[in-house]
């Protein structure tokens, strides 16, 4: 016996199925495609690259501080042997000149300059330390360590222009006859007996010594 159509569609499974059918969201093909394998590898892809990134960004900002305290170290020791001799009893000789040169340059040949806090400052000058210490400071920090870069330069070239001037100054000579001859005559000229402009050098040096991230305080 055949079943009336009209039966099966009243019946309430076919009700049911209409219902749903009619109240069915169509699927969207973004979300078609997010739930594709394709799609899930790309996003896992992106968050860890995003999380390897972070991480080397978190590992470079601590590498930063640790190599800008290590500076600010080694620049403020620098900075406090240069003070030192500029407010030391030998202030009146061309040595005291000659080795305030050489502590700015990182020149440590000499047995009585101290050795730099590590092998990468060797050799380097004052404002080579001064520049990198620059480059891994905070931005809110570089103006600061600009105006010490020139105060520094400035420093230097008026040092290089009074030692050619008392260079300059010194008759020629004769050497000494003897070691002891030759001794006693350097020794004199090693003596400044004018002002060269090294006064107010080093009036220019215990003014920079007391900037405010190197400070030094007065006795």
């Known amino acids: 016996m055949r079943r009336n159509p009209a039966h099966l569609r009243d019946s309430p499974d076919h009700a049911g199925r ?8 169509p699927r969207s093909p973004i979300w078609a495609f997010v ?50 001799l500029a407010e030391g009893k030998n202030r009146d000789r061309y040595s005291n000149l000659r080795n ?20 990468d400052f060797e050799k380097k000058s004052l404002t080579t330390l001064l520049w990198q210490l620059y480059l891994v400071v905070p931005t809110s920090q570089q103006a600061s360590i600009r105006s010490a870069i020139r105060t520094w330069v400035d420093i ?23 070691t002891e001859e030759e001794d006693k005559l350097a020794e004199a000229e090693d003596v400044l007996t004018k002002d060269f402009g090294h006064a107010a050098l080093y009036s220019q040096i215990r003014e920079a010594a007391r900037f405010g991230r190197w400070q030094l305080h007065d006795n």
Request: proline residues 4%; glycine residues 4%; positive net charge.
């Open 156 to 178: 230097n070239a008026n040092l290089a222009r009074i030692r050619y001037q008392i260079a300059d100054s010194l008759p020629d000579r004769p050497r000494g006859r003897t």
């Open 18 to 25: 209409a219902a749903a059918t009619r109240h069915s969201t």
């Open 100 to 119: 305030i040169d050489r502590i700015i340059r990182g020149d440590t040949e000499k047995f009585w300059i101290r050795q730099p806090l590590s092998n």
């Open 35 to 84: 739930n594709t394998p394709f799609a899930l590898f790309l996003f896992s892809s992106l968050f860890i690259g995003l999380l390897s990134f972070s991480y080397g960004q978190w590992v470079k900002r601590g590498e930063q501080r640790r190599t800008a305290e290590l500076l600010d170290l080694e620049i403020s020791l620098r900075v406090k042997d240069v003070a030192a």
